[in-house]
């Protein structure tokens, strides 16, 4: 079984600037998540999908920050305009459904941003 | 908001020693999980547990989650480098929504 891809890996953009983010779940995974990751700290999370409805989007900077999952498998996570802080790994999770327990991470997309 | 605390932030002791982490929270949890995150990588679940008091063994790591389900420790026996990494607990909120809340995680070096 193929696990959570993310892509990309690394991303360096300078302030002000736009970045996306990409994933596709594990196949027939219903829920997926996008968890940023500040260094030194636990994985926070931004925002978590069902299918393609937003479950939880509490933490997620709106002014700045979007997601979406508009056929329900792949997700995107966008910033715009980034800022400094915005430095972190962002990780996607993804699991079978809302009542499993077990979470599947990808290996997350390292943004710097100078 | 539901907070975790884990202590210690980090650790780094020698090679076939024992050692212990905590996690600790003022809220109830419906379960919790005890994560492995590797530099450049994701976490990787080792554990959930989910009844107070409960006590699960995973070869020489073994995890209890306490009995009025606010807190949880994992102890690791004769600690090889290989256990080296950032070990993240997180708490489940139970629910529809089934959030998983982190804490800061504590990272662990064994050296050889």
């Known amino acids: 079984e193929a696990g959570v891809a993310q892509s990309p890996r690394y991303k360096i953009i300078e302030k002000r600037q736009s970045v996306a983010f990409w994933c596709n779940p594990i196949?027939?995974?219903?829920?997926l998540y996008w968890y940023q990751q500040i260094l030194g700290q636990g994985p926070k999370l931004l925002i978590q999908?069902?299918?393609?409805?937003?479950?939880?989007d509490s933490q997620l900077p709106k002014d700045r920050f979007s997601a979406e999952r508009l056929k329900g498998v792949d997700s995107t996570l966008k910033i715009q305009p980034a800022k400094l802080e915005d430095s972190a790994v962002y990780l996607c999770a993804s699991k079978r459904g809302p009542m499993n327990t077990e979470a599947f991470f990808g290996q997350g997309t390292r943004l710097t941003v100078v | 908001t539901q907070l975790l605390e884990q202590s210690p932030q980090f650790l780094s002791i020698q090679e076939g020693e024992n050692l212990t982490v905590y996690c600790n929270s003022s809220s109830v949890f419906s379960s919790l999980q005890w994560y492995r995150q590797e530099p450049g990588e994701g976490p990787v679940l080792l554990v959930t547990v989910v009844t107070g008091g409960e006590v699960k063994k995973l070869k020489r790591l073994t995890f209890q989650f306490g009995d009025a389900r606010k807190d949880s420790s994992l102890h690791i026996t004769a600690a090889q480098p290989g256990d080296t990494g950032l070990y993240l607990c997180a708490g489940n909120s139970g629910g529809s929504n089934y959030k998983l809340t982190f804490g800061k995680g504590t990272l662990l070096t064994v050296n050889p």
């Open positions: 196949s027939g995974h219903a829920t």
């Open positions: 999908f069902q299918n393609n409805g937003v479950v939880d």
